[in-house]
């Protein structure tokens, strides 16, 4: 005769998830794709776009070449000194004949002993002031330093001409050739326009690291605790949904033990990752506890979510599949692998999803920020986790009849 | 087979069926069905795959809800609703519902604290059902290097741990290879004579006439038939068919046997002789005697009688594994 016992549902999901997450650790699986994938992918993003985005500019060795006394020149090594983006590190070498030092420099700049060779002809300020277009030679290495010095130069020569240009059409009107020198000392002397300075992230932004450490948790977020709902799937595919229902707990202690399970995966795995991102690429989460909350939080939205699909899967074949779908789909417009730019439809989707919010989220905490800072991603999580709760209830089960 | 047998038990049936009724769309799996399952009775449905057992059982488990027809289970009138009638069944479902990376002590362990078993009683529960299951030696071995037998017997294993009032097994022997097949069996007959009443679900005849004390057949959703085995083969009216080999005055045999008392019908071709006799035990040896004062000598004697699947062809007219 069976004996008297009872179990409290509480105490049925604890030995449910105890279960659960022992298979799950012998399993091995949920670790491939909740760890081992997303520090891969890390990796090799990292190395792939990290280098993309340099946060500061290295100095750069250009030496300039003209005739002594040229104004013009002088303007451009002024224009070239004053440059606030990086170190220049100019040197001056007087030439009488300036163009013929060409090849010697070219030679400087193969031999790696300046990045940038810049030659001013001679005669370059008369030739400026007389409507002539005088030619400057940039030799340069590789890379955005010597680039950027490039575009200064060409922009001051642009400018020059301008200013050649203005002056001779002064001359023509009459104006007296004193006013005409200073239109076209002032223009030439005016401040380069491109100017490249080093930002850092703006406040709540993530650096590009950043960025792909948040964007790759909350990629893998959805396959991590798609594993947890999924299981319910599995169950009434291996035969032990029949039997779980049969015990004497209540119908919905099962599908709430699958959900916990996924939480505490979701977590466990969200909250490593970020921390790898400490330790591998020196990343630093300013207020640890808005970081935690937004990801206890978009765990949670995450799950609910996968309630969802569990309500719409027929199989644990189709939810892994829909899972999976639903990850690439809101990872790419939530920008886990880049951020989508521009306005417009597309950008206002890419805002509604739980991957943009978690990376908000994390970007406020990492910036300092706190729980209150990050009310609107928080907001908006919660608002999706409830909407996917209030869906799950209301969708019938698709679930075929036994 | 025990002596528990409906009308002979004045105890209250663990188990009450009546006008159970679903439908799945326009298709009805279980129309009106109606038994009963007294304590220590080992009760089988059987029929074909597809008759409606499954989807009975899973009703009386609480699996399914019924369209209509009351359930009345281990005295509680809301049937399954009830946990606390729940407490008292035990399913071994049809698929292996056991989890593969536990070990099968884990797998008890897990079911039986869901079943709201104490720890200290639990560990001492499963060491006997894995003893009665006769996998003590392996308890500690992930079940998915288990063999097929050795699931189906930890799954049935699993239904016992709480020492259920009513063990459900749905089709336990389904892919079985023909010695863990046996060893079930054997099981399931020691689980009977403990006084466990069951319910089982097969479309194997050979194990509802050897395990059941009562059998109700079903086909397409209905009740055709109940009763024990000798009941159901009274109800079809079949005879028994008895062949008589053998050499001498066949033809003379044949004809005195054609007007022998109990024989329904009697052929002979010169050398065999081929009789339908009611009750042909009974009436064995006055045949043969009568066979042999007419001058035949029998030199072979074949006795066949009517089983299950002759009762589920008389009664819907088609094999009972269509």
Redesign the interface.
Known sequence: ???????SDV??IG??VA?DL??RI??RTVFIFALVVPLALMVVFNAVFGGMNPEKLSGVRVTLVSEANDAAAGGLAGALADLDSMEVDLTRLPHSDPNAATPKLKTAVEDDKVDVAITVPADFTRSLGTGGQPRVTVVRRGGIEPQIIALVVEGFVSRAAAAAKAASVAGAEGLAPATIAQVALRVADSPPTLDVADREAPPGQLSTQGALVAGQAAFFMFFTIGFGVVAYLEERE???L?????????PHTVMTAKAVVSFILGVVATAVLLLLGVILFDLRYENLLTVGVVVVVSVAAVTASSLVVVRVARTAEQAQMITAILGVVLGILGGSFFQLTGTGFFARLADLTPTAAFIRGVGVGADGGGIADAAAPLTFLLGFGAISVVAAVLLPDRSP?? | MTAAMSGSNTAPPVLSVNGLTKAFGSRRAVDDVSFEISPGETYGLLGPNGAGKTTTISMIAGLLKPDSGHIRLCGFEDGPTRREARAHLGLVPQDLAIYPDLTARENLVLFGRLQGIPRRRLRERADEVLDVIGLSDRSGDLTKEYSGGMKRRLNIGIGLLHQPDLLILDEPTVGVDPQSRNAILESVEALSREGLALLYTTHYMEEAERLCDRIGIVDQGSMVAEGTVDELLRITGEADAVSLSGSGSVLEATRALGKANGVVAASGDGTTISLTVADAPTHLASLLATAAREGMAVTDVDVSRPDLEDVFLHLTGRALRD
């Open positions: 005769m069976a004996e008297d016992h009872r179990t105490a049925a030995v449910m279960g022992r298979q012998r399993d291996l035969g032990t029949p039997r779980l229902r049969s015990l004497p707990i209540s009849a036994r």
